[in-house]
């Protein structure tokens, strides 16, 4: 039985499962290319979610001095490594979770929130070392924000991409 003649082709149709629904089937696969929300108030406030808001990438590592031998070498910069990593990490997290908190308190997503997220951040990272640190970390992480804010600014509006 051949499969390559005339008669086979003319005897036999391609199936089409949407043939029954009357419509064009070009209109199927046109998906949508803005966002879906489950609510209207969703879609009017222009937030960000946590996982985007989170910029710091866990997993650093830093290089002993040369002096060392490689194995020792290895081990230490795997420990140390881990050690950067975790603290970006956590940094990282609660970062993005005072973020979001903010923006969910104050309903708007602004600069104000980026810094008191940093602030907040470096706060809490250093509350069980002492109140001292504590304000240290706190304003040097606000401080930190503050500068990637306004650089990032700077950096839209001076130079073109």
Known sequence: MSYHGDDWERNRRLYNPYQDLNLPTQTLYKLPTSPEYLFQEESIAQRRSWGRISPITPGSATFP??????????????????MIGNRAGVIGLLYAGMESGMVAVRDVDDVFNSVAAGLGTGALFKAASGVR????????GGIAVGVAVAGKQALKRYVPI
Request: proline share 8%; net charge positive.
């Open 133 to 140: 640190s504590a304000a240290f970390a706190g304003a040097i």
């Open 65 to 82: 001095a040369p002096s060392l031998v490689p194995e020792k070498a290895l081990l230490r910069v795997g420990f140390s490594g881990r």
